[in-house]
């Protein structure tokens, strides 16, 4: 797997796919806007309003994938038992990588980039979540230094733009809770980035292991084949 090519990929999939993924970001905005206003009327619920936050973010992602997918050549099997198995996958992965960021930074991390191809799996592949996360774990199996080059490259991109705004904000005098509202916001932009990412590494996958299903390719080798 070249990182350059990987790149290259990437950015023309956010390119030409960025005028439907912001049209699906207007879809969600009026929930986005309901969860900023329940920060502001219940700023103690914490743990209430991060699985409101959860929940959506789950969503969004969904919608984005299932976007993406069919965009790129790619069936996607939206359903609504797809979806619930979908935000249960989510779910999965974000209480583990939180888990992990909670021990020590760089564990979460690298759960996080191993189970990066779960969301395109569950839609695609219909894995289930515990099958979603194995078969993602192993997709890059062999490239490991390169793929994560690439997702620290992606990722650290997207983390620096973010501190890069926030550092700006502050000097010109903007407002604290202006500032923290915008970092917020900057999740769900993050959350289009996370989208394409998933999407491109998976075609990469495929490319990579010249197979038509990462599935194919795991019962293959746990064959022998």
């Known amino acids: 797997m070249e990182v350059v090519a990987s790149l290259r990929d990437f950015f023309r999939m956010l390119s030409d796919g960025l005028s439907g993924l912001l049209a699906r970001f207007l879809i969600i905005l009026p929930f986005i806007v309901l969860l900023e206003v329940g920060r502001y009327y219940f700023p ?3 743990y209430g309003l991060a699985a409101v ?5 789950s969503v969004f992602l969904l919608i984005l994938v299932h976007y993406l997918l069919v965009a790129s050549g790619i ?7 797809r979806c619930i198995t979908f935000i249960f996958a989510y779910t999965l992965v974000s209480l583990i990588a939180s888990f992990g960021f909670l021990l020590f930074f760089i ?24 099958e979603a996360v194995g078969n993602s774990v ?19 991109s997207a983390f620096l733009g973010g501190i890069a705004l926030g550092f700006v904000l ?3 005098g903007v407002d604290d809770d202006v500032v923290e509202t915008v970092s917020r916001s900057l999740e769900w932009i993050g ?9 491109s590494l998976y ?5 990579y292991r010249g197979v038509e299903s990462l599935a194919q390719w795991y019962e293959s080798q746990r064959s022998g084949g």
């Open 170 to 172: 502050t000097k010109l």
């Open 191 to 199: 959350c289009m980035f996370n989208a394409v990412i998933c999407v």
């Open 138 to 156: 192993v997709a890059f199996k062999g490239t490991y230094p390169k793929f994560f080059l690439l997702i620290i490259i992606l990722w650290g």
């Open 44 to 46: 103690g619920n914490h």
């Open 107 to 130: 564990p979460g991390l690298l759960i996080m980039a191993a189970s990066v191809l779960v969301p395109v799996l569950v839609l695609s592949e219909r894995a289930g979540p515990i």
């Open 203 to 207: 075609q990469k996958a495929l490319m």
């Open 75 to 81: 069936q996607s099997h939206l359903s609504f038992g």
């Open 53 to 57: 936050e959860l929940i959506i973010s």
